[in-house]
């Protein structure tokens, strides 16, 4: 299994981002998609989640009503939509497939590059 991330870049306190990650090879369509982030010194923090079917997600505290997980069609592509970015939201952003949906990185078998999202005030 391979994921590709990619969207990151330098943005204005209050602009918007969007993430994709892009998986590859076979039997991931069962899989958990999850997004994660870390800062510079920090241990690698959970953002959203979304089941195989794109149907049931789960979000940090952070940034709900901020931003949005999808995965259309339940497809191989899931979509981190960032709005009212903060400077706080910056960090490498990872994604991530696992079995169960779940904040815990420890949960998650593969792992994309990372792609770097910095916000500035």
């Known amino acids: 299994v391979q994921l590709q991330a990619s969207g990151g870049g330098l943005v204005q306190a209050g602009d918007s981002l969007r993430l994709s990650c892009a998986a590859s090879g076979p039997r991931f369509s069962n899989y958990i998609m999850g997004w994660f982030h870390q800062a510079p010194g920090k241990e690698r923090e959970f953002v959203a989640a979304?089941?195989?079917?794109?149907?049931?997600?789960d979000y940090a505290d952070s940034v709900k009503g901020r931003f949005t997980i999808s995965r259309p069609n339940a497809k191989n592509t899931v979509y981190l939509q960032m709005n009212s970015l903060k400077p706080e939201d910056t960090a490498v952003y990872y994604c991530a497939l696992g079995r169960i949906l779940s904040p815990s990185p420890p949960m998650y078998d593969y792992w994309g590059q990372g792609t770097q999202v910095t916000v500035s005030s």
């Open positions: 979304v089941d195989w079917s794109g149907s049931t997600t």
